[in-house]
């Protein structure tokens, strides 16, 4: 009965909260105070907006010059490497000459969130148009921020995507209120990643703004993979860009009921302090490189490639607002249409390998070809994962997986050694980029430690995400499960696909329900075999035995008993509940020293694979209990995970 009531509360608070729009006096009221603010002219009146020269523009003017409407020419760099993507960030932001738009996920406010949000107040202080997007859920937690961020710079915006009840924060009984008045509206996310320079070159992929998608954060960091593109193409991403910028969903700050009275409420405006970092040396190395241009032909340029045709795809912004609106989901469906045509060979890296009902019918009747693509799978294992909960129903599908879908599956080992190597690169410590007391680029006071407002004693950029973790990483919430190893852990966050060495994608697209169904998705799909090639040989040296365990079928070791548990093996998996047989069909595998690797049908494989159990390196732990419970009473909820 208690329950009952609380529940009732929950629905009532939400319908009201739900009609409590700022009013448009409050709107008219905060935008003037914002227009008041002193600290909004800009520091250059030159045409190009004091830009520094880029490499990296200049080989995007070259190829749109290059181009025609029938024959156009744009110029892909693949953004495996983490400080790569960081420096091609920072030297685009200060090549800009007339626009910036940047579309995220996550904005952390750790050293990569502040680095990249100051250089981009920077860029709006000499003039340049900057535009941000950020979904509300896991970006902009501090009001303090929000403020500044709305008064520093007449050519700076911000907007927030799909915010809860017309609020910047969103309090414990505020999210648990919207996931049961308005679930459909609040389950539905914006997770595309986009940076957008001049409309000319645009970064995309699978990085949020936060130290571990960077190889920043000293615990645990994301193996990840963006595309940078310019040409043509990039024209695509600003439309894109353009139709969720105005969107209903998008929210500017003064619309946004807590702010508004803030701002209302001290119409001094705050200052914009230098960033505080926790490793300066780091961020003034980076900046230096964005600004070498040896670096930048080494690094970038050396590893580009001009080519033809590249598309970039986005669903449309809300897309749950009608499901059945195929036009919503272009980019779902071209990744379908994708995979459905293969002859040969697909190459799948996602972190998460849960599959949609159409997923399984496209894998279903390709297995069922003569003779089949080969189609190898790289994604996590639960020691490498920080969503135990969606791990654990790919774990109960496993013989599905194998079976009928013929998947060749490596689950990323927590310590990798590319991954390993990857954080080495992006860490090297310098000491002539040792801190000082002066910034290593106009505003950016790399090494200047400042002591901020009392209002907000935690810092500028205090903190992370504070939201609740339902939907994803967010900050510290998600912790993996605790390991038998120790050291620094990695975890898989790219997603990308290669079929038949002819064409390649990559972007935010998980391939999972929550992508397919719920969260607005974006990628580029680049149509030349050379791109093809590396993309694949990046994702299977992910696969390689030192950075990847292989998931093959369990031999049993009791012939009839053995046969017996395989059947009730079988019925278990198939009950949306009490799927408790704890013994799988298949588990993990590891190489033995001196042989060969091979695919997990090969009939040599148990020859030369020795079995390393269903949870490899995970220590006993509360998550490794509850990942066996949400695989025999989580079916249900995949679509949301």
Known sequence: MRLRWCALLLVTCAALLQGCAVSRVHIRQANAIVAASPDRQTDCSQADHCALPSPLLQAADKSIADSTPQHPVNTVTLLDDSQAALVARISLIRAARRSIDVQTYIWDEDDIGQLVLNELVQAARRGVHVRILADHLFSFDDLGLLDRLARVSPNLQVKLYNPTFHDAQTPPLEFAAGLMCCFMKFNQRMHNKLLLVDDAIGITGGRNYQDRYFNWDDNFDYVDREVMVGGPTAKEMAASFKLFWHHKRSVALTHLRDLNRRIREDASAPTWPAPHYARPARVARAQAEAEDPDWLELHLIDNSLRTGKVDYFSDLPAKTDDPHKRSAHIFTAHLMRMVADA?????????????????????????????????????????STDAFAVYALSFKHRKRYLTKFGFEIHELKPHADSAAEAYEQANVWDEDFAPTDHGTHRGSAAGKNVKLDAEDDRGHFAGTARRPGLFGSNGRRNRPAPLQSTGRRFALHAKSLVVDDRFAMVGSHNFDPRSDHYNTEAGVIVYDP???????????????PENAWVIGARRPTVPVLGGISQLIGDVSEKLPLFDLWPFRYATSYDLKPGCTPMSPFDPAFYSCYKPVGDFPDVALSPKSVITRLITAFGAGVKGIL
């Open 343 to 383: 002859k040969h060979e697909v190459i799948l890296q996602t972190p998460y390998l849960v599959m949609s009902k159409h997923a399984r019918k496209i894998f279903e009747r390709l297995h069922k070809d003569v003779p089949p693509p080969r189609i190898i799978v790289s994604t996590n294992s639960l020691a």
């Open 530 to 544: 050379r791109f093809a090639t590396e993309l694949r040989n990046s994702i299977l040296r992910d696969t390689q």
